[in-house]
């Protein structure tokens, strides 16, 4: 077993020795990229004193923050924010270990009186901390370099076709988990997404989804967004990175940052670099979409279209009911 699966089971036991029952179940905004999941959590902390926990497996790597539409130091200094700025770019890092980070953080936010609010859009790392922990599998360290090493010089729908041969419950994923599923199946003749159901083992906690999607003007929102990081400087954070952080780095695997690399390096021009990202930002969209439509359990998601009329309204009802939920959970376990 992995040292991350091992901290992983500590740090459940902790909790579940130590955790007050009201933090059972934990509200998550969840949704799309660009579906405005941060802004809603900046208007909730002007009601509740919150701890963001970030759900996003790109904002996690130190100095991707313009293309990965980190936080603000002004927004972190008004809320807490953790699991943002958390590895170094050349760092692998995986669902297991967000997983412990945020049942750490969870468990701090209680500590001080606040509410902890999962707030991102990349699926597996919500699904790693509201579905059964499982222990993963120890791979030969020198064989798993190969396979890496390998696995690197192929495109993404090339290593999409193979994962829907070795592993079709996992080939609508990313690039990262795509590379994962490969090697797992390739090094121990499995597939992870057996494995997951295999060597499940019971979850912490239980989570209310707040589901943020935008329809149909998504398209839109996500071509705007790209233009704004664009004038906002994210060409010129690319250049400072591409000269210090290595080619082959895990962090330039998040969506638009190798493609504006290539335009950094005169291999595209600017409109084809916007056309690209925007494509990509777009794809990776409807994989989130196909993940939260697939993956949530549908009795615990409230829907929110954000822009409409009376959407704070929606936001204020769906944490008020929880917090009603947890209230009366915790009376229930007094009377027993």
């Known amino acids: 077993m992995s040292s991350s699966a091992v901290s992983a089971d500590a740090e459940v036991t902790r909790t579940e020795a130590h955790a007050p029952a009201a933090l059972a179940t934990i509200p998550v905004i969840c949704g799309p990229t660009a579906s405005r999941k941060s802004e809603i959590a900046m208007w909730l902390s002007l009601r509740r004193e919150i701890v963001v926990v970030s759900a996003d497996s790109r904002q996690i790597y130190r100095g991707f923050d313009v293309g990965t539409a980190k936080p603000t130091p002004e927004e972190q200094r008004r809320v807490p924010h953790r699991g943002i700025d958390v590895a170094e770019p050349t760092e692998r890092y995986s669902a297991s270990d967000w997983s412990t980070l945020a049942q750490r953080a969870i468990q701090e936010a209680a500590d001080a009186g606040r509410l902890p609010v999962v707030v991102g859009g990349t699926g597996f790392y919500i699904g790693a901390l509201f579905r059964p922990l499982w222990a993963q599998p120890t791979l030969d360290p020198e064989r798993r370099?190969?396979?890496?090493?390998?696995?690197?010089?192929?495109?993404?729908?090339?290593?999409?076709?193979?994962?829907?041969?070795?592993?079709?419950?996992?080939?609508?994923?990313?690039?990262?988990q795509?590379?994962?599923?490969?090697?797992?199946?390739?090094?121990?003749?499995?597939?992870?997404?057996?494995?997951?159901?295999?060597r499940a083992r019971p979850p912490r906690?239980?989570?209310?989804?707040?589901?943020?999607?935008?329809?149909?003007?998504?398209?839109?929102?996500?071509?705007?967004?790209?233009?704004?990081?664009?004038?906002?400087?994210?060409?010129?954070?690319?250049?400072?990175?591409?000269?210090?952080?290595?080619?082959?780095?895990?962090?330039?695997n998040a969506t638009g940052y190798d493609v504006v690399r290539r335009f950094v390096?005169?291999?595209?021009?600017?409109?084809?670099m916007l056309e690209r990202v925007v494509i990509d930002t777009r794809q990776y969209a409807k994989r989130q979409r196909t993940w939260f439509r697939h993956?949530?359990?549908?009795?615990?998601?409230?829907?929110?279209?954000?822009?409409?009329?009376?959407?704070?309204?929606?936001v204020d009802r769906w944490l008020t009911d929880l917090e009603e939920t947890m209230q009366h959970a915790r009376m229930s376990g007094r009377t027993h």
């Open 145 to 176: 370099v190969a396979v890496q090493q390998e696995l690197a010089q192929h495109g993404t729908d090339e290593l999409r076709r193979w994962t829907q041969r070795l592993d079709p419950a996992r080939a609508h994923l990313g690039r990262a």
């Open 205 to 252: 906690f239980r989570a209310s989804y707040l589901l943020v999607d935008p329809g149909s003007d998504l398209p839109r929102r996500i071509a705007a967004r790209v233009r704004a990081m664009l004038d906002a400087g994210w060409t010129d954070e690319v250049d400072a990175l591409s000269r210090r952080v290595p080619a082959d780095a895990p962090a330039w």
């Open 265 to 272: 390096l005169g291999e595209m021009d600017r409109d084809a």
């Open 178 to 198: 795509l590379l994962r599923a490969l090697e797992v199946a390739l090094l121990t003749g499995e597939r992870l997404s057996d494995m997951h159901v295999a």
């Open 295 to 314: 993956q949530l359990q549908q009795d615990q998601v409230q829907r929110l279209v954000p822009g409409t009329s009376g959407w704070q309204e929606t």
